[in-house]
């Protein structure tokens, strides 16, 4: 391509970039705007890069650098001042999109809302799998129950309360001789050089916590 040739493609594709950012007035990466324009117009991304690179040098957009990327768009200055009656116009259709934003989020929240309470729902199989499971426990425990009832060997209230004045018989006891060996030990282990473990190990003293055994609750 010859160079006139070269200047009058990147002379279009800056005309076709600058009308494009004034017309949408917001602010685009040359990848968007390539991507935006391609196909309509036939761009190359290296075409744009260098036209838009062109637009900004000469003042006729703005540039905006983020990190590594560069960020184009109209030079407000530049655009056509709006009427009163045009900028009313924008404030009531910026009004009534804010509605209808509202309104959609609004809606969505609804939707997410059911989404989970569906999500967390059992299907139809599983329920049926449930009552199936409930029936079967409710058909064992019946059964359990019955055996019960027609059992001969129930417990009389005088036998239960035989047993439990002899639990709590024996556990004061224990409470009692617990109590009256701690103090023993303690006496001893005052005059004791080495540590209560120690002397525990050498005289061969276990301790209920040595097996895990806890003095039973009061019924």
Known sequence: MSKGREAAAGGGAAAVLLRYLREQNR????????????????????????AL???????????????????????QEQLPAASDAEL???????????????????????????LKDLNSSMTTPEIAREIEALRKDCASYTEKLERIKSATNH????????????QQLYRREWRRRKRMA??????ILEGYPKSKKQF?????????EDHGVELPATT
Do not use: W
């Open 155 to 166: 417990v009389t209230p005088e036998e239960k309360e035989k047993v439990c004045r002899e």
């Open 88 to 114: 009313r116009g924008l404030d009531a259709e910026i009004a009534e999109r804010s509605g209808q934003l509202q309104a959609l989020q609004q809606s969505c929240r609804h939707m997410e809302a059911e």
């Open 53 to 75: 690179e062109q637009l900004a040098q000469q003042g006729r957009v703005r540039e905006k650098v983020y990190g590594k990327q560069k960020i184009y768009f109209a030079d």
């Open 27 to 50: 602010p685009y990466s040359a990848q968007d705007a390539f991507g935006n324009l391609q196909r309509e117009h036939g761009l190359g991304k290296a075409a744009v890069v260098k």
């Open 182 to 187: 701690t103090e023993l030990l303690d006496a």
């Open 200 to 208: 525990f190990e050498e005289v061969g003293i276990e301790t209920d």
